[in-house]
C-alpha cells in the first residue's frame, strides 16, 4: 500500500487570439497552433497510449475557457490545418535538401514522421481536443478543472466583488457547457489569492483551489504539516499549497531537467538558420524570420553558444527523459517514506506545471510524463498518483485556516501584474468595471440592447486577461498586448456610450460579435449586484 500520493497538476492556458476581421497574417495566432503541435497533442497520444497499455495514471489539469474557445473554434481550426500542412510540405523539402547528410537526413525524416502522427491524431478526434480530452475526463484518469474566464488576476479586482464573481461564474457556466457536469476545482489565475477569495470560489459551487507554498506556509493558524495535506477554510473549501521540492526539479533554470544538454535546444530553429531565400515561403509575409517549429539542435550545455550548439539526437534524449523520470519518481518515494514517518499519516506532494512547458518549451515533457506514469504504475508502491478530486473524497478531515495572500509570479505576490510597465492599464480597467457593474442593473428594452450589454460584458472579460499585463511586463510581444488592452477598453466605451444614448449600431455590434464571440451564452447579468449566498 502507498505511503502518500504525488498529484501533478497541468495549467493549460493561452489567452483568446483570434482576428478573422484582419486580412494580414496575425504572428500571435500561431501561439495556439505551436501549442496543438508541440503539446496538447503529444499530450493526448501519451495518455492514449498509457490507456491502451492499462496504466491507470492519474492528472489534475486545467483548460482554460480561452483555450476551450479556441480550441473549439471552427476558423482556428481551418486556420490550424492550414500551418500543418505547411510545416509538412517544408520537412518534406528539408529531407530531400540533406539526402546526402545522413544525420540531418534522419532529424528531418524523424519531423516529418511526427507531424504526419499529429496531423493523423487531428483528424482522428475530429479536431475537437476538448472532446478527446473529456473522454479522460470520463473513465476518472483526468480531472479537468476551470479557471478564471479570461484569466483575469483577481487580486487587482477584490474590490470589485462583482468582477471577481464574474471571473469565475462564467467560467464554470462555461465549464458545464463544454464537460456537461459542474467543476469542482479551480486553478486561480496565476495562484493569485487574496483573503476572502475563497467565499466568492463557495458561492460558485467549486471545492477547490491551489495556490503558492507561502500561501499556505504563511496561512493562520500555521498548518501542521506545511504543503504536505490541504486546509479547509471556513467556507469548507479545500486549498492545496505547491511543493516546491518537486517543482525546482522542473522549473528551476539552474537545476530543472530540461536544461540538460541532451535536450532539444528552444532558441535555435530553422526559421532563422536556414538561407533567407529557401526559408522565405514559411515566414512571415513581410519577410521578417520567425521560429518555423523545426530545431535541429541540442542544448550541449548552458555554456555554449548558439553556434557551438551540437546536432539534437532523439535518441539519447528519450534516454534522457527516462532517466530524468525515474530520478523524479526515486526522489518523490524518499521524500512521501520521510514525510510519511513524520506526520503519521499519508502525505500528498502537489506538483503544478504549466502545461505548455511539456513539449513546447521542453520538448521532451510528453515523453518524461510517459515514463514517470509508467514506473509509477509498474516500478514501486512507495507513492500512488491521484488527481485531487479523488484525494478529497478519501481525505475529508484537514485543518482549518485562512491562507495568506499570495501568487506564483515574481516575489510571490503582485509585482509582476501590477509595474511600470503596465500601470496604466488600471485606472481604466476600474473605469469600465465600475460602468459594466452600473449597467447590468437595466433591463434590456429589446434584443438589440441585450446584445449590445452582453457584448460589454465580453469586452470587459477579454480587457482583464492577466496575459496582457504579463507580456507587458515580459518585454516581448508588448505592442501587441497593449493593442489589445486598447481595443477592448474602446469597443467597451464605445457599447456603453451607445447604449446610454440608446443609439446602438447595430451593424458595428454584429462585427464585434464576430470578432471577439468568447461566450456566446453569457449574460450581462452576471455582474448584477448579488445578495450574499445568491448569484
Known amino acids: ?62 483548460l482554460t475557457p480561452p483555450l476551450i474557445a479556441m480550441l473549439k473554434d471552427e476558423y482556428l481550426q481551418d486556420e490550424y490545418d492550414e500551418y500543418l500542412a505547411k510545416l509538412r ?40 481536443l476538448v472532446a478527446a480530452f473529456k473522454q479522460f475526463q470520463d473513465s476518472n484518469n483526468l480531472e479537468i478543472i476551470t479557471c478564471g474566464a479570461t484569466h483575469g488576476f483577481l487580486p487587482l479586482m477584490q474590490m470589485y466583488p462583482e468582477a471577481v464573481y464574474a471571473q469565475i461564474q462564467v467560467a464554470c457556466e462555461d465549464y458545464a457547457q463544454h464537460f456537461n457536469v459542474a467543476p469542482r476545482g479551480i486553478w486561480l489565475p496565476e495562484c493569485g489569492y487574496y483573503g476572502g477569495l475563497e467565499k466568492t470560489i463557495a458561492q460558485a459551487g467549486l471545492r477547490y483551489f491551489m495556490i503558492d507554498a507561502h500561501g499556505i506556509t504563511n496561512a493562520r493558524p500555521q498548518p501542521k504539516w506545511g504543503t504536505y495535506t490541504p486546509i479547509f477554510t471556513e467556507t469548507g473549501v479545500a486549498v492545496f499549497g505547491r511543493d516546491n521540492e518537486s517543482s525546482q526539479q522542473v522549473w528551476s533554470a539552474d537545476v530543472g531537467y530540461p536544461g540538460d544538454g541532451n535536450y532539444r535546444e528552444f532558441y535555435r530553429d530553422l526559421g532563422w538558420d536556414a538561407d533567407y531565400e529557401y526559408i522565405k515561403p514559411y515566414i512571415m509575409p513581410n519577410g521578417e524570420r520567425k521560429n518555423v517549429g523545426i530545431k535541429y539542435h541540442k542544448i550541449t550545455s548552458r555554456q555554449a553558444s548558439s553556434n557551438e550548439k551540437q546536432h539534437y539526437d532523439p535518441y539519447w534524449a528519450t534516454e534522457k527523459a527516462a532517466e530524468h523520470a525515474g530520478n523524479f519518481l526515486y526522489n518523490r518515494s524518499l521524500q512521501v517514506k520521510h514525510l510519511a514517518q513524520v506526520m503519521h499519516r499519508k502525505p500528498i506532494v502537489v506538483s503544478p506545471y504549466d502545461a505548455e512547458l511539456y513539449g513546447h518549451w521542453w520538448y521532451e515533457g510528453p515523453q518524461f510524463l510517459d515514463f514517470l506514469f509508467r514506473k509509477t504504475w509498474f516500478d514501486q508502491d512507495t507513492v500512488a498518483m491521484t488527481h485531487i478530486a479523488d484525494y478529497l473524497k478519501e481525505n475529508d478531515t484537514q485543518q482549518l485556516a485562512k491562507p495568506a495572500a499570495s501568487s506564483w509570479g515574481y516575489l510571490g505576490f503582485n509585482q509582476y501584474w501590477l509595474n511600470e510597465t503596465n500601470n496604466w492599464i488600471y485606472p481604466h480597467l476600474h473605469d469600465i ?31 482583464q486577461s492577466s496575459d496582457w499585463a504579463f507580456i507587458m511586463r515580459t518585454g516581448t510581444m508588448v505592442p ?12 467597451f466605451n464605445r457599447l456603453y456610450e451607445e447604449i446610454l444614448a440608446n443609439k446602438i449600431d447595430a451593424g458595428w455590434l454584429t462585427k464585434v460579435e464576430t470578432i471577439d464571440n468568447i461566450f456566446p451564452e453569457l449574460d450581462y447579468r452576471v455582474y448584477k449586484k448579488h445578495e450574499k449566498g445568491k448569484g
Open 1 to 62: 500500500m502507498a505511503l502518500g500520493y504525488l498529484a501533478l497538476v497541468l495549467h493549460a492556458h493561452l489567452p483568446f487570439v483570434r482576428h478573422p476581421e484582419r486580412q494580414d497574417y496575425v504572428l500571435e495566432e500561431e501561439w495556439l497552433y505551436e501549442a496543438i503541435t508541440e503539446t496538447y497533442i503529444p499530450l493526448l497520444q501519451k495518455l492514449s497510449k498509457l490507456k491502451q497499455d492499462g496504466v491507470e495514471f492519474k492528472l489534475t489539469m486545467s
Open 480 to 491: 501587441y498586448a497593449i493593442k489589445r488592452t486598447k481595443t477592448h477598453l474602446l469597443r
Open 433 to 463: 468595471t465600475e460602468k459594466m457593474i452600473t449597467l447590468a442593473g437595466r433591463d434590456a428594452e429589446d434584443e438589440l440592447e441585450k446584445r449590445a450589454l452582453n457584448q460589454a460584458a465580453r469586452e470587459l472579460l477579454l480587457a
Open 89 to 128: 510540405e517544408l520537412t518534406q523539402k528539408e529531407i530531400e535538401r540533406y539526402s546526402d547528410q545522413d544525420h540531418l537526413h534522419y532529424l528531418a525524416d524523424y519531423y516529418d514522421r511526427e507531424f504526419a502522427s499529429i496531423a493523423q491524431t487531428w483528424e482522428e478526434y475530429d479536431r475537437d
